[in-house]
C-alpha cells in the first residue's frame, strides 16, 4: 500500500470500517510513513473536537408535544390493532370487515342452497328469490350504489398499489391542466387552505368504464379519493354509503358530480364534498 | 402492544437524533421541528414497513427525506448567514445542548457552512455515530461514496477558514 491509497483509507481506518486484512496493511503502512501517521494524528484531532465542541441537540419539548398531540390524533381515527404485520390502519380495518362480511354471504348462501335443494319442484322461483334476498344483502351491506362500490374498488387498488398519486401538487393551476389535458371534460379542482384537507395531487381512474377526473386529498393520516366527473353521465345517488367499511360521500354542483372515498366519519366525509362542491359552483375564478 | 404503544417504543427513543439532524441539515430550530413532525406524520404512515430493529436508520432516513423536502420548498427563502445562525443558536438555547458544551464555536460553524452532501455525512458520523453501512441506507448513497464523501467533508473542515484562526494542531493540511 502507497499512500495515495493509504490517505483515503485513514479515514475508514480510523472509523473501524476497514475489513482486517486491510486495516493489517494500513497499519503496517504507517508504521513505517511519518505522513501517514501525521494525516491519522490529523483525523483522530478533528473526531474528537467535533464530538467534544460540537452540539448534539435534543428535541426540545414543544416538539414532544407536538408529536404527542400528533399520535393522539393518529390513534383517535382507527381502533388500535394488535397485529403488526398487516397493510396500514385505514385498509387493514376495512380489510377485516370485507373478510367478515364475505363469510356472512358464504353462510348465507349455502344455507339458502341447502333449503332450494330441499324444495325441488320450485327451483327456478326458488332461485329467483335467492338471488332477489342476495341482491338484497349485497344492497345492505355494500350499499344499493355500483358507483360507489367501483370508487371504494379504486380507491383500494390505488392505495395499496401505492399509485393514488400520479401528479403531485397543492396548487390547482397545476392540476387543473394536468386533468384536463387528459380527460373530454374540465374537472375543477378546488383547495381548501384554511381546512384540514390538504390537495395532494390527482390521477385519472375509472369509474363506469370510463376515464375519471380523481383527486387526492390529505385528511391527517387519511387518504381521500375524489371522484370527478359531469353530472349528465352520473344518475341519481345516495348522498352518502357505506361500503366495506369505507364512506362514499356524493355532492354535486357546477355540472360536476362528486363522489369522495375515504375511511373518515361520514359526517366528515359529506361536509367535506359538500364543500367542494359548492366551492366550485361559487367559482374560484383562477381555476376556471 | 397496540400500534401506539409500538411507535412509541421503536420511533421516539430516536427523537433526538431525528431533531439532531433535521436541525443540521435546515439549520434553523424552527424549521427542525417542523421537519420533524412531518417526519413521525410520514412514519406513522410507513410504519408497517419498519422491520425489526433498525428503526433508528429508518426514521433518520424519513427525517433526511423530511429535511431535503423542506428545503427544497423553501429555497429561495434561505438567504440567511449559515454561521451566524449557528451561532445566534447556540447563544438562545444553552439548555438543548447536550454533552458537547464547548467555548469553540468554530468548528460547528465550520460543519454548518459545509454543503449539504458533506454536512450530512459528518453529521450521521460524528454525531449520530451511524456505521458507513448505516449512513449509505440513510443518505441513499453507496458505501463507497460514504468514504470518499466523509474523507472529503473532513479535509474541507480542516481547510476551513473559519478554523485556520484555531491554533493549529492539525497538519499542514494542503493535500
Known amino acids: 500500500m502507497n499512500c495515495a491509497e493509504a490517505v483515503l483509507a485513514i479515514g475508514a481506518w480510523c472509523d473501524g470500517e476497514l475489513a482486517d486484512d486491510a486495516a493489517a496493511a494500513l497499519s503496517v503502512h504507517v508504521a513505517g510513513c511519518a505522513e501517514c501517521r501525521a494525516e491519522q494524528a490529523s483525523l483522530v484531532a478533528l473526531r474528537d473536537e467535533i464530538r467534544a465542541q460540537v452540539p448534539r441537540y435534543v428535541a426540545p419539548p414543544s416538539l414532544r408535544a407536538r408529536v404527542d398531540a400528533e399520535l393522539a390524533r393518529a390513534f383517535a381515527d382507527s381502533p388500535a390493532d394488535a397485529r403488526a404485520d398487516a ?42 328469490v335467492v338471488v332477489g334476498a342476495l341482491t338484497g344483502v349485497v344492497a345492505r351491506h355494500w350499499g344499493s350504489d355500483d358507483i360507489a362500490v367501483a370508487a371504494v374498488e379504486s380507491h383500494i387498488a390505488a392505495t395499496l398499489g401505492g399509485h393514488t398519486i400520479t401528479v403531485a401538487s397543492s396548487d390547482r393551476h397545476q392540476i387543473k391542466p394536468w386533468l384536463s389535458a387528459r380527460l373530454d371534460y374540465a374537472a375543477p379542482v378546488v383547495e381548501l387552505p384554511d381546512s384540514p384537507f390538504v390537495l395532494a395531487g390527482a390521477r385519472v381512474d375509472r369509474l363506469a368504464g370510463r376515464p375519471v377526473a380523481t383527486l387526492v386529498y390529505h385528511y391527517r393520516l387519511h387518504v381521500i379519493d375524489v371522484f370527478v366527473r359531469p353530472l349528465a353521465d352520473a344518475g341519481d345517488a345516495p348522498a352518502v354509503t357505506m361500503v366495506r367499511g369505507f364512506t362514499v360521500a356524493r355532492a354535486t354542483g357546477a355540472g360536476m358530480e362528486w363522489r369522495a372515498v375515504a375511511d373518515v366519519d361520514p359526517p366528515l366525509l359529506a361536509a367535506f364534498v359538500e364543500r367542494l362542491a359548492s366551492e366550485s359552483a361559487a367559482g374560484q375564478p383562477a381555476a376556471r | 402492544m397496540t400500534d401506539r404503544a409500538s411507535f412509541e417504543a421503536q420511533v421516539l427513543p430516536h427523537l433526538d437524533a431525528a431533531y439532531n439532524l433535521a436541525r443540521w441539515l435546515t439549520r434553523d430550530p424552527h424549521d ?21 430493529g433498525g428503526a433508528r436508520a429508518w426514521f433518520l432516513t424519513i427525517v433526511r427525506h423530511a429535511s431535503y423536502d423542506w428545503i427544497e420548498r423553501h429555497r429561495d427563502r434561505d438567504g440567511g448567514d449559515a454561521e451566524v445562525e449557528v451561532a445566534a443558536d447556540a447563544e ?60 472529503r467533508a473532513r479535509a474541507l473542515l480542516r481547510q476551513s477558514p473559519v478554523l485556520h484562526a484555531i491554533a493549529p494542531r492539525r497538519s499542514g493540511g494542503e493535500r
Open chain 1, 87 to 128: 397493510p396500514p390502519a385505514p385498509v387493514r380495518a376495512a380489510a377485516a370487515r370485507e373478510a367478515f362480511s364475505l363469510a356472512q354471504l358464504r353462510t348465507w348462501w349455502t344455507r339458502e342452497r341447502r333449503r332450494w335443494f330441499v324444495a325441488g319442484a320450485f327451483a327456478g322461483a326458488l332461485l329467483a
Open chain 2, 32 to 52: 427542525a421541528e417542523d421537519v420533524v413532525q412531518e417526519a413521525c406524520i410520514r412514519a406513522l404512515r410507513y410504519f408497517q414497513s419498519l422491520r425489526e
Open chain 2, 92 to 151: 438562545s438555547e444553552p439548555a438543548q445542548i447536550v454533552e458537547r458544551r464547548g467555548d469553540s464555536r468554530a468548528l460547528a460553524q465550520a460543519i454548518a457552512a459545509l454543503e449539504l452532501p458533506y454536512r450530512e455525512v459528518i453529521v450521521l458520523r460524528e454525531l449520530e455515530e451511524l456505521s458507513y453501512k448505516e449512513i449509505a441506507n440513510v443518505a441513499a448513497i453507496p458505501i463507497g461514496t460514504v468514504m470518499s464523501r466523509l474523507a
